[in-house]
C-alpha cells in the first residue's frame, strides 16, 4: 500500500473511532428508532445515546418528531449508555451545562424563588438567573406573585460573565411550543367545533382566549350569555380554563369568533308557550334609549316598549321621566316575532288591577265608544290623541267643538286629556276618526232630557232637532 492511500486509511479509522464524551456536553444526533420509553439518537463517531420519549412530546403529549428527524441535545450522563436530554433539571444543571444550553438553544427547568424590581429572581441549577415579567409568560400578568415557588422551563437568552449574568425567558420557549404546535391546532379549528380554551385577557368588549398553539379567538360580549352582559370581567376571568364552540373563522384574516351562550339553552325556545299576546307579566326596565325602553322579562328575553306606547306628557322626551334602568313594571306584551325574536310590550300604569299573567282588557274602538285620550301633538287640519298603546286618534278641527277662531294649541295642550267620542274606526283600529263636538253635543241632549222629564216641562220642537243632529254626529261619514 502506497503511502497516500495509508494517510488515507488513517484518516478514515481516526473519524470512525468513537470520541470520548463528557456530561454537559452538547451534541446532535439523528432519531433512529422510538420505542415505548426511549428513543435511540446516532450521534456519529460519538456512538449511539438513548433520550426519553417524554421529552420528545409537546404538552398535549403528541411527538414532536419523527424517524429520520435530527434534534439537540445535551449529555446527562456516561455511565453504560450515553443519556441525553432536551431540557435540563433544575437541580442537575451545571455551569458547563448551563453555557452548552445557551449555545444550543435547549430549555432548563428554573425556580421562580422571589419578585424583584422589573422581573423575577429564579434559581437555575447553582446560579441566579433573571426573567424580566414581560417573559414569564405570553399573556400580561395581573398578579406578580402568583408565578413565586412555581418551576417551569426557561430558555436561556443572555448568557455573560461565565453564567453570573444570566437572563431567561419563559415566554420564549411557550412561543416555540406554540409555534411546533399551531399547525395541528388550527386543524380543529373549524365553525361548529367546541374546543377547549385558556382566558388570555378580558376587555370592555369580551374576552382574547388561547386555544393553543398561540392562536386566540375573539370571545365578544355579545356571546357570553343569552342575557345581556354588562362586564365581561364578571363573566370570564384571565388565566380560566373554559370551554368555547367556535362560531366563524375567516380564513382570510385568520379572525376567530367564539361562543359560549351557543353550548346553554336558548331562553327563546320556550317563548311560544310561555308568553301570550294581550296577557300581563313581571318585567325589569334594562336600557332606556331614544326609541323606546328594553324590558327583560327574563335572562335573555327582553321586549321593547316603543316610544309610541307612552301616553305624551306635553315635554320633550317626558315619557323617559317616568323610568329608571332597573325599574320593576308589569307590562303586557303586544306582539311576538319568533323569526326575529322580538316582543312588543307597553308598560302597565302603576296600581292598575291588572295583575301579573293576567289578560289585559282589550281597549274597545268602536264607532260610538266615549273614552278619554291624550293630545299627541296638533297639525294643521287637526289633533292627534293618544287612546292608547298603537292606537292614535285624529281630531279634525271642525270636531273640536270650538270657534272658527279659537286658539287650539291653547285650548287643548299637549298632554292634556281630552274626552271624546269614536266616529270612525277601521277594523285593524289604525284610521280612528273622533269628535270633542259629539261630546259637547251629547252632554247638551242630556241636559235637554233631564229637563223634559221635570214635571214643569214644556215638550218643544228643539229636543228633537238636537237628537237628530246627535244620531247624525255618531253615524259614519258617507262619502
Known amino acids: 500500500m502506497s503511502e497516500p492511500e495509508d494517510d488515507f486509511a ?22 433512529v428508532a422510538i420505542g415505548p420509553a426511549v428513543a435511540f439518537v446516532d450521534i456519529g463517531g460519538k456512538g449511539e445515546a438513548v433520550v426519553d420519549v417524554a421529552e420528545l412530546k ?38 458547563r451545562q448551563l453555557t452548552s444550553a445557551f449555545e444550543s438553544g435547549l430549555p432548563v427547568e428554573g425556580k421562580v424563588e422571589k419578585t424583584l424590581k422589573g422581573g423575577y429572581e429564579v434559581r437555575v441549577g447553582r446560579q441566579r438567573a433573571f426573567c424580566p415579567f414581560s417573559q414569564i409568560d405570553t399573556a ?41 404546535s399551531a399547525a395541528e391546532v388550527r386543524k380543529s379549528i373549524v365553525a361548529g367545533a367546541v374546543l377547549k380554551g385558556r382566558v388570555a385577557s378580558v376587555r370592555d368588549f369580551g374576552a382574547f382566549v388561547d386555544l393553543g398553539g398561540g392562536i ?22 384571565p388565566g380560566e380554563a373554559i370551554t368555547v364552540k367556535v362560531l366563524r373563522v375567516d380564513e382570510a384574516t385568520g379572525k376567530i ?7 346553554m339553552e336558548d331562553p327563546w325556545s320556550n317563548v311560544p308557550v310561555t308568553y301570550v299576546v294581550g296577557t300581563v307579566y313581571p318585567g325589569r326596565v334594562t336600557r332606556i334609549t331614544d326609541f323606546g325602553a328594553f ?40 306582539s311576538i316575532d319568533l323569526e326575529k325574536k322580538r316582543i312588543g310590550v307597553t308598560l302597565v300604569p302603576e296600581g292598575s288591577a291588572r295583575a301579573s299573567g293576567q289578560a289585559a282588557i282589550p281597549l274597545s274602538i268602536a264607532p260610538g265608544t266615549r273614552l278619554t285620550g291624550k293630545v299627541d301633538r296638533h297639525e294643521h287640519f287637526g289633533v292627534f290623541l293618544f287612546l292608547g298603546p298603537g292606537k292614535t ?13 279659537a286658539d287650539v294649541r291653547k285650548a287643548f295642550p299637549v298632554g292634556s286629556d281630552l274626552e271624546v267620542i269614536v266616529l270612525e274606526a277601521d277594523s285593524a283600529g289604525r284610521r280612528i276618526r273622533v269628535s270633542r263636538k259629539a261630546v259637547l253635543e251629547a252632554e247638551d241632549a242630556d241636559e235637554l232630557r ?30
Open 140 to 180: 400580561r400578568t395581573a398578579d406578580p406573585e402568583q408565578h413565586v415557588g412555581k418551576t417551569y422551563t426557561f430558555r436561556i437568552i443572555e448568557y455573560k460573565d461565565d453564567g453570573r449574568n444570566l437572563v431567561i425567558s419563559r415566554r420564549a420557549w411557550l412561543e416555540d411550543e406554540q409555534r411546533a
Open 10 to 31: 488513517a484518516m478514515f479509522e481516526a473519524s470512525v473511532q468513537a470520541k470520548p464524551v463528557e456530561r454537559g456536553q452538547s451534541v446532535e444526533g439523528t432519531i
Open 216 to 237: 386566540q379567538g375573539l370571545l365578544h360580549v355579545s356571546e357570553m350569555a343569552w342575557a345581556r352582559v354588562s362586564e365581561p370581567s364578571k363573566i370570564v376571568t
Open 295 to 334: 324590558v327583560e322579562l327574563e335572562p335573555g328575553v327582553e321586549g321593547l316598549a316603543h316610544v309610541s306606547s307612552f301616553a305624551p306628557t306635553g315635554r320633550p322626551d317626558g315619557w323617559k321621566q317616568q323610568l329608571t334602568v332597573g325599574q320593576a313594571s308589569d307590562v303586557e306584551i303586544l
Open 257 to 263: 369568533a367564539l361562543g359560549i351562550k351557543q353550548l
Open 450 to 479: 233631564d229637563y223634559a222629564a221635570r214635571p214643569d216641562a214644556t215638550p218643544g220642537q228643539g229636543f228633537g232637532s238636537l237628537a237628530d243632529k246627535l244620531r247624525g254626529a255618531l253615524g259614519p261619514r258617507q262619502p
Open 393 to 405: 286618534g285624529v281630531m279634525p278641527l271642525s270636531e273640536s267643538g270650538l270657534p272658527r277662531e
Open 58 to 95: 409537546d404538552a398535549d403529549g403528541v411527538l414532536e418528531v419523527a424517524v429520520g428527524d435530527r434534534i439537540a441535545a445535551i449529555v446527562t450522563s456516561t455511565s453504560g449508555s450515553l443519556t441525553l436530554s432536551r431540557r435540563l433539571s433544575r437541580g442537575a444543571a451545571t455551569d
